[in-house]
């Protein structure tokens, strides 16, 4: 099958508005909603009852019976009936199995500028599932109630691939969207399911922490279309001590996901007294600009008290315009305030001319002047990707 997406007009995209938002509306993560599992009646939407056993990608055998993941940074050293750091991975008698693959715990149809992607099929419809399981361990999470639990502990859907795709198919999604966890530990499951939805016309986006290695990702890269990277801090102290991870990879992973030719956005949630430095800011864009380039959008997010943060206020917003104001004198072209509904900074603007091109509110447009990926007022070209 193969479907041409436009770029939707107010009209559209309110018809489009108003079908998304019962979906998301009837359910939230840690389970599918009820809209969807009604679009899901026709091909047998059901709980599961026991974990996967399908054996993982990306792994070296030991003696012993013990294994070395080789999917993540961490590179787990994983022993007979143990699993890895993300408990999504177990070592059965030498075989390293994933325990989630068919097992969303969240399904929804979300709008894009949900993920967000700012640059993606503007108004598109998204079919997104998560499953349980994290490789890293964020102190401000906003979904830590399926990513930092184990299978076990959530209410799963028996979802294969196939079902997936159809799924997207009858919810009239262009794009499935692996996202709310982290989707790097249900790995095989996105690989197989972004490969069949190729083969029927949709598209599949990777919303990520970006702390893979080199070779699982760049495979992985030959089955998306576009990746969103939470790139957490520029400080590998603020790794260590926030994320537990490392900022390397993260900033290895940016780099191969450029070369590979996807679409990339980026997002860096601002967290108050911890990564809001005006040098930090000043590292990260000169860092982007000279190893990815000025029309990579970056979206400066507004932190909420979260999880194992909640000692902390919510960004002010002059932290946020002072991020931006350092992205733009830096020479980046497309910077964005995210969590903060009805700010200037919620646009595109024309990177030759200024002039708006995309108007926004939260996750609504107000406004499409792109014609042909090019601004309609003077012609220049606005990177991204709009059929």
């Given at each position: ?9 107010r009209r559209e995209f309110c018809r489009v508005a108003a079908v998304t938002g019962g979906l998301c509306a009837s359910g939230g993560l ?248 005006e040098r930090e800011f000043t590292e990260l864009c000169r860092w982007i600009l000279n190893e990815l380039g000025p029309e990579v959008p970056i979206h400066f997010t507004r932190f909420h008290p979260q999880y194992l943060l909640k000692n902390l206020p919510p960004t002010p ?71």
């Open positions: 099958m193969n479907r041409k997406i436009l770029p939707l007009n840690g389970g599918v909603s009820d809209a969807v599992a009604q679009i899901g009646n026709a091909f047998v939407l059901r709980r599961a009852t026991e974990l996967s056993s399908v054996e993982a990608r990306f792994y070296e055998k030991l003696p012993d019976n013990e294994i070395v993941c080789k999917i993540c940074p961490r590179e787990c050293r994983v022993g007979d009936m143990e699993r890895g750091y993300c408990g999504t991975r177990e070592n059965r008698a030498g075989v390293y199995q994933t325990l989630v693959y068919g097992l969303p715990c969240a399904v929804n149809v979300d709008p894009i500028e949900k993920k967000p992607m700012f640059h993606y099929l503007p108004g598109t419809p998204a079919f997104s599932i998560a499953t349980a399981g994290c490789n890293v361990n964020c102190k401000f999470c906003q979904n830590w109630d399926i990513s930092q639990f184990r299978p076990e502990q959530t209410n799963n859907m028996d979802l294969p691939p196939e079902q997936v795709v159809a799924g997207a198919l009858r919810s009239d999604s262009a794009v499935i969207a692996y996202t709310y966890s982290e989707p790097i530990v249900f790995y095989e499951y996105m690989y197989d399911t972004a490969r069949l939805g190729r083969e029927r016309g949709l598209r599949s986006v990777m919303i990520t922490s970006g702390h893979i290695q080199q070779q699982p990702l760049i495979e992985l890269c030959g089955m998306l279309d576009a990746i969103k990277v939470d790139l957490k801090s520029f400080s590998e102290k603020y790794y260590h001590e926030i994320v537990h991870g490392e900022l390397q990879p993260v900033l290895d992973a940016l780099v191969t996901i450029k070369k590979q030719g996807l679409w990339l956005e980026i997002v860096y949630l601002v967290v108050p007294t911890l990564n809001d430095s917003l002059p932290t946020l315009e002072t991020a931006c104001d350092i992205a733009v004198a830096t020479g980046l072209k497309y910077v964005y305030i995210g969590n903060v509904p009805g700010h200037r900074r919620e646009h595109t603007y024309c990177g030759s001319c200024g002039k708006l091109v995309i108007g926004r509110y939260g996750f609504q447009i107000t406004d499409f002047k792109i014609r042909d990926g090019l601004c309609e007022n003077c012609h220049g070209r606005i990177p991204g990707v709009w059929s």
